[in-house]
């Protein structure tokens, strides 16, 4: 009921300066949002030659859907908008069902238990979810032992090299024909 | 009322809603932490069997060591201005919103719909940005702006407000909208009755009834700013040097690019204690400040 007072009363006043410049200033606010987001869609159009060559504003020459097409193939799009479908759906089915059920529970029932549940659970929102993988974490370790190994190998060379020999200044004396007087 | 214990059969009730979310929870958060505590006193380097304690000295080493300090230091100037700026301009916005400006929908629209892209991707965005399209600017107009804001350490850290501004204001905004829009009409009447002009309404009514918006608002930006990794990764990679370092990406690089695991974790602990401390104080003092109508 409040809602549709209110909304009476302001579209009803006159419409003064204030009201234009404040819709001039959020147009060129919500422009300016907008641009980087419009850039992005213009580059994907574009050749690798426009990009690097032509203007950045420049809208491209032709709609080809070339590089849509090489993403489709890179990202495996089919697969893996199927995959983060599947996430999305179940994460938000059991989230809406266990938050909601937990969040009434705790708002309901003012025992202690339920107090401490609730920190505890805004606790868990401050960590910074660190999802490792296994694998991955494997394979950058190994690739930075082998770095290792390699760099340790070359310094050792290196060290062996000075160690068995040694810097001598050699004099030579060449010979050197000169003329005499005959 | 006194601790009771949970007897009754609305209790056991109310006790079977709640565990589904507490065990997932431990599951999925507490126990890992735990581990991470665990390892933080150890000396372990991420995959060989042995672990060695060394008590607190991972601890002691987060003071001595100038990269940490210089990645708190970064967080901290960069969590403080995104919740000045955040904050201020998502206030702005909302109120010239709810104003009664027409297309206030569209404007909405437009505004929130770069939190609908990742970070990475928005640092991503904001790279090409500064490094193509803004100089590209300068071409067109002759003029000689410098825009490459991620090339040295004094302005990387405006690069990254901009870019980090540009993608959550429309979210925060929305927040203050709802907010606004539930500050009953009739407070508002009252006090232009009373003779009040638009500011003096500004700060008396409209600022104490947004008060649970304000606790949200600044909770949500300052433990999202602490938090800030995507972006550094898709845009600077730490900075020129280390100047845009943040404490989650140094985490990382030591963690796994520098195989010490243990020290890694003591700085995830650290970070955590940090965050619960200063959510608390702000919570504390946020509340206070609300009134339920």
């Known amino acids: ?182 | 009322m006194g601790r009771k214990k949970l007897t009754g059969s609305m209790d056991r009730q109310y006790l079977l809603l709640v565990l589904p979310g507490l065990i997932v929870f431990t599951i999925g958060i507490i126990i890992p932490m735990f581990l991470g505590l665990f390892y933080s006193i150890t000396d372990r380097d991420g995959m060989s069997a042995q672990k060695t304690f060394v008590g607190l000295k991972n601890y002691l080493d987060l003071f001595r060591d100038s990269a940490t300090r210089d990645a708190w230091w970064f967080t901290i100037r960069f969590t403080v201005w995104n919740t000045i700026l955040q904050n201020v301009f998502a206030l702005l916005f909302a109120v010239a919103l709810d104003s009664g400006i027409r297309a206030q929908k569209l404007y909405r629209t437009a505004l929130f719909i770069p939190c609908l892209i990742s970070a990475l991707i928005v640092g991503f965005i904001w790279l090409r940005m500064y490094s193509n399209v803004l100089p590209s600017i300068n071409e067109m107009l002759g003029t000689e702006i410098n825009f490459l804001l991620f090339g040295s350490k004094d302005t990387v850290l405006t690069g990254l407000l901009i870019a980090n501004n540009w993608q959550w204001i429309g979210y925060w905004m929305m927040i203050y909208l709802a907010g606004l829009q539930s500050i009953p009409a009739d407070l508002h009447e009252a006090a232009k009755i009373d003779g009040a002009g638009p500011v003096k309404r500004f700060f008396n009514v409209t600022c104490p009834m947004l008060a649970p918006s304000f606790t949200v608002c600044i909770v949500g930006i300052t433990t999202g700013s602490l938090k800030v990794y995507d972006l550094l990764v898709a845009s600077t990679r730490g900075g020129p040097g280390r100047a845009s370092t943040s404490i989650i990406y140094q985490t990382y690089t030591t963690a796994i690019n520098g195989r010490q695991f243990g020290y890694g974790s003591a700085m995830s602990i650290s970070l955590v204690i940090v965050l619960l401390l200063v959510a608390l104080v702000q919570v504390k003092i946020l509340k206070k400040r609300e009134i339920q109508v």
């Open chain 1, 1 to 182: 009921m409040s809602t549709t007072k209110k909304l009476q009363s302001k579209a009803s006043r006159k419409k003064k300066w204030g009201d234009i410049t404040l819709q001039v200033v959020m147009t060129i606010v919500a422009i300016l949002f907008l641009v980087p987001v419009f850039i992005i869609f213009n580059y994907s159009f574009k050749t690798k030659k426009e990009l690097y060559l032509g203007n950045a504003f420049a809208l491209p020459q032709s709609v080809n859907f070339d590089n849509y097409a090489a993403a489709y193939k890179k990202l495996n799009l089919g697969t893996t908008f199927f995959n983060t479908l599947l996430y999305t759906v179940i994460s938000v089915l059991i989230l809406a069902l266990v938050c909601g059920m937990t969040a009434w529970a705790i708002a309901r029932c003012k025992r202690r238990f339920f107090q401490f549940s609730y920190i505890y659970f805004i606790v868990g929102y401050l960590i910074p979810y660190e999802d490792w993988s296994l694998s991955e974490l494997q394979e950058r370790t190994a690739l930075v032992q082998e770095f290792d190994r390699l760099a340790d190998a070359i310094v050792s060379a290196g060290i062996e090299t000075a160690e068995t020999h040694e810097v001598v200044e050699e004099i030579f004396y060449e010979p050197v024909s000169k003329k005499c007087f005959a």
